[in-house]
C-alpha cells in the first residue's frame, strides 16, 4: 500500500524555523518526483515545492521567494521542507505528495499520491 506520512509539524512563533519530512513508502521512491503542497483554513490547497528524482532539480511556488527549501534523501525514503522565517500567513495543513516521472514543473497541477498532511501554526 502506497503511504506518504508527514512530521514535524507544529506551533511556532512567527520568525521561527521548522523543518518538515516526509516518509514513503510502497512504490519505488526515486522513480517519483517528490513535493509539498499547503492548504490553509478556508482556502483551496495550493502548490509549495517539488524536487525531482534524485534532488538534481527543484522548483518553487512564487510566493516562497526563498523562505523554503525542498530536499530529498532516497536512501532514507524522505523528502524534506527546511521552512524558515515563518510568518502567520504561512499557517496551514502541509502536505507531502508524489508525482510519477523526473519532472518538477508538472507537480504544481497535482500529484499521484498523497499524504494525510501536518498541521503547522505560526503565531505573531
Known amino acids: 500500500q502506497v503511504q506518504l506520512v508527514e512530521s514535524g509539524g507544529g506551533l511556532v512563533q512567527a520568525g521561527d524555523s521548522l523543518r518538515l519530512s516526509c516518509v514513503g513508502s510502497?512504490?519505488?521512491?526515486?522513480?517519483?518526483?517528490l513535493g509539498w503542497f499547503r492548504q490553509a483554513p478556508g482556502l483551496e490547497r495550493e502548490f509549495v515545492a517539488a524536487?525531482?528524482?534524485?534532488?538534481?532539480?527543484?522548483y518553487y511556488a512564487s510566493f516562497v521567494k526563498g523562505q523554503f527549501t525542498i530536499s530529498r534523501d532516497n536512501a532514507k525514503n524522505t523528502v524534506y521542507l527546511q521552512m524558515n522565517r515563518l510568518k502567520p500567513e504561512d499557517t496551514a495543513v502541509y502536505y507531502c505528495?508524489?508525482?510519477?516521472?523526473?519532472?518538477?514543473?508538472?507537480?504544481?497541477?497535482?500529484?499521484?499520491?498523497w499524504g494525510k498532511g501536518t498541521l503547522v501554526t505560526v503565531s505573531t
Open positions: 510502497g512504490f519505488t521512491f526515486n522513480t517519483y518526483t
Open positions: 505528495a508524489a508525482n510519477y516521472g523526473g519532472s518538477v514543473t508538472p507537480m504544481e497541477n497535482g500529484a499521484d499520491y
Open positions: 524536487v525531482s528524482w534524485s534532488g538534481g532539480s527543484t
